[in-house]
């Protein structure tokens, strides 16, 4: 079991979502109880990773599982190549927990073919994880696609009723970065097998020891960069994402804001930056830059919004950027930062999604203007609604706070320090959208005579929110459950990204020759 | 004069020939068979006529790794031409299975129709193991001349005569072309073997400087470019493939194009060795072209056939972006990709045939609006077909661009697979528009007239099985596509 703990539970939704497609159509509670009955067993295998100590000790990759896949001679070879190391292990986690929860947000909301929508999400689940656990860029790759297909039928099939462009444009935002990102694939391979030096396949290991050229890296970085870029989203590549999260579904908000957006971050901290150190120095104060403008863009659009849900949708754009930044100051607590923040990002946005996907299925509006009043309505709701207000904004005591702190206390104490300053007004308006939404939804009088019998959370609510909760304190008040598996695999990820460029250093004036005479 | 005959008596090895024997003989026992058989009656012509490609395809099968050298070197049935041997066979087959119960439908069971299929099978395959310009050209004309008939089969449609007669025209015209190339090659070497022509050409390198020479090489590639529409040689296409009897829309689209590349590779890669710092401009150009014009034009179609056909002319400019690597990746590549190309391509057209009403109306986007609601399981199988055709994973759409750009990419062309991918996805849009409408918009109609025929049904199974197979697993595949390089 051990030995193969990350296929089985990489390969048990998609499993799953075959015998699903042998359910009757409608047997809608049998549907959704097998649903989450699979997802609530993927999160058990899982489990064990998360209590693992040898994550405290070494940075390296766990749990490996290494078979060949598709050998053909000299012209390429892939291998299936998975682990986990401190770095991919809580987003695992967060997958795995972060799936019952949004099958379970569903349970009424979603009418209209149910096993369809049940299905979509397993597989998606299986593209997610298996994007995290590959150590392959070739598989990466097919992970990555897969999860582009689930996605756009979550979207087009069950979204509202802008959906079709949405989903359309996300199908197409996101393809068109992947593409590009899979000639850069295919180019880092070909430049290791030519160069002479040892190759296992598209294997990342041994592409990390790869010595390319600076103008090579410089594209390459471009087309990785690019194709996470457009994830993340980055300012301006951003557009897909109010949009997408606008007309999806509930479960579908979620998984977007939680785990998807994460495979972009994510790809910048397994793939863009280590393998192209030196392209990154170059554009690191580019991307910073864009970085400080989508944290202050992202919150004063969302000051803006009028729809709840759009306003949660800018306010992940403006929580991404601390993500990135924190990365980018390529120190210890910048980086620890970040990734925490993209943990907290998961849940305390996921959790802002599913607290208006309870107000929509109760009003069936998500205008901000349409309520007011509702913590007299409902306190269980005010009280929860508020805890992840304190949390998205980064309250001391919250998660919110330790990431975002962290990571601008890494860019503050890197070359970024500027941009540090600049993003921190991001926290400043981050308090003032939220809290400013909060007392139109919650305080005040009842306005609209449509609130006044308005139900409070039922007691499946409550379940559904209760594990975000704890997290949201975990994290807030002992974040080192997480760092200390964390910590060993960014040292070494420092320390890698390091080496490469003090090698490369010297290289460097040979390449410019080279470069020159030619 | 004595002597060559005897020689090419001699020299005659059946075994070289032996599946398309197998299938000429077929052919012609069946056109008796179906003379004999009562009116309306065929679909025991229609499995016969399988059995017969599924006897060929075991002889190909069988010879694979054994290369026969036959007619005095004019044919050669090596690797190379059993793999897109077997693409034919499978492309024949696949059309035969979704033929029959269409054939009903439109009202027109005539048994000629299989054993045509079978002749124009045969002469693919003379094209892919002809190794003197005379039997590639007997192969293509023997592919044509059926094809003409085939794609003018419903000689009461007028859309079907347009497409017969179109076909036959432009068909005949290119085919000037390629015969006035070869006779040109003929007139510079003094033969019309390939290897000898490559060995002249090797022996007296300035001949690529020869104006007969470059002109002969390039009407030959003309007749071919025609064959398999690229742009701007595919003005004929849309037209033939809407026109066409849906069946062999399918079938032209994989079988003869396949083997109009397999003619292609071998006459280039050793004929015109020489001219590849030129052709590979030629190839350049005509790949960006045949992409970028196949994909625009496809994105403003309403008519799936007709989208289908833009579609296959983009596919045929990703094909080509193999032959500019010209290296063994790119060449094993494109054989590849024809093969995932037959599964995906065809499959996707026996869902036209089964969506569509008699007379083939209703094959619009908006026919097929909610489809997916009323008829699940064909949503899916279209949905897999379309995905291949994008090029995702996991399908054999994703693992056949892969191979091609792989090529490309490793003999330097990044531009050219950068505009390869940038063509993909402007692809996106108009296969992702078809499945909008199949699952995004609510359906207009129940869809009663969809009727699951069980033999279209299946050749929609093997094809699914073949996209999944081989965009899941597809080392073993792709190796064979590599041993079959030359």
Not at chain 2, 245 to 261: D, L, N, R
Not at chain 2, 420 to 433: F, H, K
């Amino acid at each position: 079991m051990a030995d193969n703990l990350l296929s089985i539970m990489t390969f048990l939704p998609l499993v799953g979502m075959v015998a699903l497609l042998f359910i009757p159509r409608d047997n809608e509670a049998m549907l959704k109880g097998f649903a989450l009955a699979v997802s609530l067993l993927t999160f058990l295998i899982s489990l064990p990773l998360a209590f693992d100590n040898v994550f405290k000790t070494s940075g390296g990759m766990h749990y490996r599982e290494f078979y060949e896949w598709i050998h053909v001679g000299e012209f390429f070879q892939m291998n299936y190549n998975v682990g986990v190391d401190g770095i991919s292990l809580w987003l695992v986690m967060l997958t795995t927990f972060i799936m019952p929860i949004a099958i379970l947000s569903t349970w009424n909301a979603v009418k209209k073919n149910i096993k369809g929508f049940m299905a979509m999400l397993l597989l998606l689940q299986t593209g997610m994880l298996g994007a995290f656990i590959s150590l392959d860029l070739f598989l990466f790759y097919i992970f990555w696609e897969l999860m582009l297909i689930p996605m756009y039928f979550l979207i087009g099939i069950w979204g509202g009723s802008n959906r079709i462009y949405a989903a359309v444009k996300f199908f197409i935002y996101t393809a068109v970065g992947s593409l590009l990102m899979l000639v850069g694939i295919i180019f880092v391979y070909y430049y290791a097998v030519q160069s002479g030096s040892p190759v296992s396949g598209f294997g990342v290991a041994e592409f990390y020891q790869l010595d390319i050229p600076y103008n090579a890296q410089f594209w390459l970085f471009l087309a990785f960069g690019f194709s996470f870029a457009i994830k993340v989203p980055i300012f301006p590549l951003h557009t897909w994402l109010p949009d997408a999260h606008t007309e999806a579904p509930t479960a579908g908000s979620v998984i977007l804001a939680a785990v998807l957006l994460k495979m972009g971050t994510y790809g910048y901290v397994r793939f863009a930056m280590p393998l192209f150190p030196e392209a990154l120095h170059t554009f690191i104060p580019f991307l910073a830059f864009l970085s400080v403008v989508g944290i202050i863009y992202g919150s004063l659009v969302a000051m803006m919004q009028e729809d709840v849900k759009k306003l949660v949708a800018y306010s992940s754009v403006a929580h991404l950027g601390f993500v990135m930044l924190g990365l980018f100051a390529l120190n210890m607590q910048g980086m620890a930062g970040g990734m925490i923040q993209m943990i907290n990002h998961g849940i305390s946005t996921g959790a802002l999604f599913l607290i208006v996907g309870f107000l929509y299925e109760r009003r069936h509006t998500r205008q901000i203007s349409e309520f007011g009043g509702l913590a007299v309505k409902m306190p269980v709701f005010a009280t929860i609604f508020l805890i992840i207000t304190f949390s998205s904004i980064g309250l001391p005591g919250t998660n919110g706070f330790v990431g975002e702190f962290l990571a601008l206390m890494g860019a503050f104490e890197s070359n970024l320090r500027w941009f540090a300053v600049f993003a921190t007004t991001g926290v400043i308006l981050a308090a003032v959208y939220m809290l400013w939404v909060y007392q139109r939804i919650m305080f005040g009088k009842v306005t609209n005579p449509a609130n006044e019998d308005i139900k409070d959370l039922s007691a499946r609510e409550i379940v559904i929110m209760l594990p975000l909760l704890l997290f949201v304190f975990w994290i807030g008040i002992y974040p080192n459950t997480f760092f200390d598996k964390m910590n060993p695999a960014l040292e070494q990820l420092i320390d890698q990204m390091n080496n490469q460029v003090a090698v490369v250093e010297v290289v460097q004036p040979t390449v410019a020759n080279v470069l020159e005479n030619k | 004069m004595e002597n060559l005959v005897q020689e090419a008596i001699q020299n005659v090895n059946l075994q070289a020939v032996m599946p398309s024997l197998i299938l000429t003989v077929a052919g012609m026992a069946l056109l008796l068979v179906a003379v004999f058989s009562p009116r309306g009656k065929t679909i025991h012509v229609a499995w016969l006529s399988i059995a017969s490609l599924v006897v060929a395809g075991i002889v190909t099968i069988m010879g694979w790794n054994d290369t026969q050298f036959g007619f005095a070197g004019s044919v050669q049935l090596d690797n190379f031409a059993a793999f897109f041997s077997m693409i034919c066979i499978l492309a024949a087959g696949l059309t035969i299975l979704m033929s029959d119960e269409y054939l009903k439908r439109e009202n027109f069971p005539v048994g000629e129709y299989y054993p045509l299929i079978l002749f124009t099978t045969a002469g693919a395959m003379w094209m892919v193991s002809g190794t003197d310009l005379i039997t590639i050209f007997l192969g293509l004309e023997v592919l044509s001349v059926s094809l003409y008939v085939l794609a003018g089969f419903f000689r009461d449609q007028e859309r079907c005569n347009e497409s017969g007669l179109k076909y036959f025209f432009l068909g005949a015209f290119s085919t000037g072309f390629l015969l006035y190339g070869m006779a040109l090659l003929y007139g510079v070497s003094g033969t019309t073997k390939i290897y000898d022509i490559g060995a002249y050409v090797q022996a007296n390198p300035d001949v690529t400087m020869n104006i007969m020479f470059i002109a002969g090489g390039l009407l030959m590639l003309t007749g071919f470019f025609f064959k398999i529409a690229a742009v701007p040689f595919h003005m004929w296409t849309p037209d033939v493939y809407q026109g066409a009897p849906t069946p062999i829309t399918a079938f032209m689209s994989a079988g003869p194009k396949a083997a109009a590349f397999a003619a292609l590779i071998r006459v280039t890669f050793v004929c015109l060795e020489g001219m590849q710092d030129h052709l590979t401009t030629v190839f350049w150009v005509l790949a960006v072209l045949t992409m970028t014009v196949g994909n625009l034009i496809a994105l403003s179609q309403k008519d799936l056939k007709r989208m289908l056909a833009y579609s296959s002319i983009a596919h045929a400019g990703y094909a080509m972006v193999g032959l500019v690597a010209w290296n063994e990746i790119g060449m094993s590549g494109v054989m590849f990709y024809m093969l995932v190309y037959t599964f995906m391509n065809m499959g996707a057209f026996a869902i036209l045939i089964l969506i569509g009403r008699r007379g083939e109306e209703n094959l619009t986007l908006e026919g097929v609006s909610g489809l997916g609601y009323k008829q699940p399981l064909l949503g899916i199988a279209f949905c897999i077909f379309l995905f291949a055709l994008m090029g995702l994973p996991p399908t054999a759409g994703f693992t056949g661009k892969f191979y091609i750009f792989a090529g490309a990419i490793n003999a330097g062309f990044i531009w050219l697979a950068v505009l390869g991918v940038l063509n993909s996805a402007v692809s996106l849009y108009y296969y992702l528009r078809i499945m909008v409408h199949m699952y995004f918009k609510d359906p207009q109609e129940d869809f009663s007239w969809v009727k699951i025929y069980p033999a279209t049904a299946l050749s929609i199974v093997i094809a699914v099985a073949g996209v999944l197979y081989l965009g899941v697993v597809p080392g073993a595949l792709m190796q064979f596509a590599k041993m079959a390089g030359f």
